[in-house]
Nanobody
Framework: QVQLVESGGGLAQAGGSLRLSCIAS????????IAWFRQAPGKEREFVAG???????DYAATVKGRSTISRDIAKSTVVLQMNSLKPEDTAVYYC????????????????WGQGTQVTVSS
């Protein structure tokens, strides 16, 4: 089992920044890929960014260039830094884990956190 706890959501203004953290515990989390997904009201949950067990990163086109995902092994934490926020970034953000490599498909992830709300005002 892997437990995931998100933090760092909140209210931000358009153009601002937020830093989301996902703390992983349980099995050897260094062998897991961690990804961030988001779900806006009435929409499907979508991939945002992910980092593989070997620290390769992937980003959705909607956030690429203004977001950075990183891993702190010692703290078992994955951080998503989001800059130049837009109102359309408003969603509940979830971190998720699967073995080794990230994928864009939410169905392939075994473990999920409870989510953290991000609201971006214009």
């Amino acid at each position: 089992q892997v437990q995931l706890v998100e933090s760092g959501g909140g209210l931000a203004q358009a153009g601002g920044s937020l830093r989301l953290s996902c703390i992983a515990s349980g099995r050897t989390t260094s062998s897991y890929a961690i990804a961030w997904f988001r779900q806006a009201p009435g929409k499907e949950r979508e991939f945002v960014a992910g980092i593989s067990y070997s620290d390769n990163t992937d980003y959705a086109a909607t956030v690429k260039g203004r977001s950075t995902i990183s891993r702190d092994i010692a703290k078992s934490t994955v951080v998503l830094q989001m800059n130049s926020l837009k109102p359309e970034d408003t969603a509940v953000y979830y971190c998720a884990a699967r073995k080794y490599y990230t994928t864009f498909s939410r169905a392939t992830y075994e473990y999920w956190g409870q989510g953290t709300q991000v609201t971006v005002s214009s």
